[in-house]
T-cell receptor, first 112, second 115 residues
Framework: SQTIHQWPATLVQPVGSPLSLECTVE??????LYWYRQAAGRGLQLLFY??????ISSEVPQNLSASRPQDRQFILSSKKLLLSDSGFYLC???????????FGPGTRLTVT | AQTVTQSQPEMSVQEAETVTLSCTYD???????LFWYKQPPSRQMILVIR??????QNATENRFSVNFQKAAKSFSLKISDSQLGDTAMYFC????????????FGKGTHLIIQP
């Protein structure tokens, strides 16, 4: 069976510090991968998606970036965090050419 | 661009009652998929039910069913025999065929099941 992992689960970072969130999927190959952000009391906003290694598409211009160094690894980064980057970050995956998306447990990021 | 609207920020019903959550969407696509996700206090997003736009038959998963009205662009979720564990945020979501560009979510409905 397939599983998706995210870490860390919780993170508190000062403004201006760097960020690295990691997502990995097990039990499948060549998945489509996604990063979403959920602000307090709101729905999810798609940030990035990837259909393969090194292929990243951005939905929202901001100070965040994403990378996919391996088939089942997706990383969300920032060089300098802003207060507005606080939120709950969710990674998701689908099989290629499928349509059901499955989510990881998420990372709660607080920028102070 | 697609939009998804959930007009009920919060709903509350008694245990064992039936409740219907509303969702409307706007798209120019003809092939797409619709979903309901549940987010309990743990914040794990759980897929509840899905509907392919090309299928006229409404999807059903145990106590959960949808009423899909393609012409009206409406996609409501009915929960029968509601249980305390159904208390959660429920999000309606849209995906174009292929899905590579991800899900578009509504803002959610907070459903509270009262004992």
């Amino acid at each position: 069976s397939q599983t998706i992992h995210q870490w860390p689960a919780t993170l508190v970072q000062p403004v201006g510090s760097p960020l690295s969130l990691e997502c990995t999927v097990e039990g499948t190959s060549n998945p489509n991968l996604y990063w979403y952000r959920q602000a307090a009391g709101r729905g999810l906003q798609l940030l990035f998606y990837s259909v393969g290694i090194g292929q990243i598409s951005s939905e929202v211009p901001q100070n965040l970036s994403a990378s996919r160094p391996q088939d089942r690894q997706f990383i969300l980064s920032s060089k300098k965090l802003l207060l507005s980057d606080s939120g709950f970050y969710l990674c998701a995956w689908t099989r290629a050419r499928s349509y059901e998306q499955y989510f990881g447990p998420g990372t709660r990021l607080t920028v102070t | 661009a697609q939009t998804v609207t959930q007009s009920q920020p919060e709903m509350s019903v008694q245990e064992a009652e039936t409740v219907t959550l509303s969702c409307t969407y706007d798209t120019s696509e003809s092939n797409y998929y619709l979903f309901w996700y549940k987010q309990p206090p743990s914040r794990q997003m759980i897929l509840v039910i899905r509907q392919e736009a090309y299928k006229q038959q409404n999807a059903t998963e145990n106590r959960f069913s949808v009423n899909f009205q393609k012409a009206a662009k409406s996609f409501s979720l009915k929960i029968s025999d509601s249980q305390l564990g159904d208390t959660a945020m429920y999000f309606c979501a849209f995906m174009t065929r292929g899905g590579a560009d991800g899900l578009t979510f509504g803002k959610g409905t907070h459903l509270i099941i009262q004992p």
